[in-house]
């Protein structure tokens, strides 16, 4: 029943930018905390970003100058804006929410969306 799909993503050249979204049902939204990660083949899922309760937010290593991650309650919808794109930027990106403190940690997390491409090229 808990459910977080995530959309926006796609291909877009170096320098562009892209708004991923991810709607959530079955879990109180606006209870929980959340981060965005990323994934190439290969690699560990990496901390993208994430926000807590309050509404405060943290980026991954030099990721806060081009990201940013916010959130509507009433949509029940988490974003991740992501501007001036590198091609080192190109994974599966995954939305997660937890009901408790924010974490950078991939299994302290509770709920997973499927995961989206973005491809970014040079």
């Known amino acids: 029943q808990v459910q977080l799909v995530e959309s926006g993503g796609g291909s877009v050249q170096a320098g562009g930018s892209l708004r991923l979204s991810c709607t959530a049902s079955?879990?109180?939204?606006?209870?929980?905390?959340y981060g965005w990660f990323r994934q190439t083949p290969g690699k560990e899922r990496d901390f993208v970003a994430g926000?807590?309760?309050?509404?405060?937010?943290f980026y991954g290593d030099f990721l806060k100058d081009r990201f940013t991650i916010s959130r509507d309650d009433a949509k029940n919808t988490l974003y991740l804006q992501m501007n001036s794109l590198k091609p080192e930027d190109t994974a599966v990106y995954y939305c997660?929410?937890?009901?408790?403190?924010?974490?950078?940690?991939?299994?302290?997390?509770?709920?997973w969306g499927q995961g989206i491409q973005v491809t970014v090229s040079s």
């Open positions: 926000m807590s309760w309050s509404g405060n937010t």
């Open positions: 997660a929410g937890r009901d408790g403190v924010w974490t950078t940690y991939v299994d302290q997390y509770d709920y």
């Open positions: 079955g879990l109180p939204f606006s209870k929980y905390t």
